[in-house]
């Protein structure tokens, strides 16, 4: 009888361990499917996980859309980061970019004067390259390439906006301004 209810033990907790799995998987697919339809699957995967990121300041601001590739865009910074992969934070700054819960879907984008004053350079060893775009003042982001823009929510804006005064914080040279 003791070897019977074991058994019914192990399987009811695998039984919940599968539950448990299929609820995480839903809830992250909730959590994340319209960045990654914004975004698109290989450019939100390159932003999770690329093993280069850079932080980039324009000064004066870029005007609303330089057409052009990520890497023609980067030429026109005025300040350059090193490489930010393992520095405190960047786990978070990828995140909003990847989570539906750091945008305002509602708003309209399009009817805001933008300036581009920072940028972040998300790169792998393959050639995988993505620009994200950031207007501090309006909390705008877009990707460079597909001129895909949509608003921060203010928390995240707020987040992103520091994190990336930060990374040009005791460079020799002032933040830019907004």
């Known amino acids: 009888m003791a070897a019977s209810s074991g058994k ?5 907790m695998l039984g919940l361990g ?20 914004l975004w698109g699957p290989e450019q939100a995967a390159t932003v999770a996980t690329a093993p280069v990121v850079k932080a980039l300041w324009f000064n004066p601001p870029l005007p609303p859309f330089i ?4 890497s023609e865009v980067v030429e026109r ?15 978070t700054v990828r995140q909003f970019f990847v989570e539906d819960t ?3 879907w509602q708003s309209d984008p399009a009817a805001e ?11 792998d060893p393959t050639g995988r ?8 003042t309006t909390g705008l982001v877009s990707e460079a390439k597909n001129h895909k823009t949509i608003r921060l929510n203010p928390g995240p804006a707020e987040q992103l906006k520091a994190y990336l005064k930060r990374q040009f914080a005791g460079q020799g040279r002032e933040a830019p301004a907004e």
């Open 8 to 12: 019914l033990l192990a399987a009811g």
């Open 18 to 37: 599968l539950a448990a799995a299929a609820l995480s998987i839903s809830y992250r697919r909730q959590q994340t499917h319209r960045a990654l339809a």
């Open 67 to 70: 057409a052009g590739l990520p």
């Open 77 to 91: 910074a005025s300040g350059q980061s090193p490489n930010l992969s393992g520095t405190p934070g960047i786990g």
């Open 102 to 104: 750091s945008f305002d």
């Open 113 to 123: 004067p933008v300036g581009w004053t920072y940028g972040l350079e998300f790169s």
């Open 129 to 136: 390259e993505v620009l994200v775009l950031l207007d501090p």
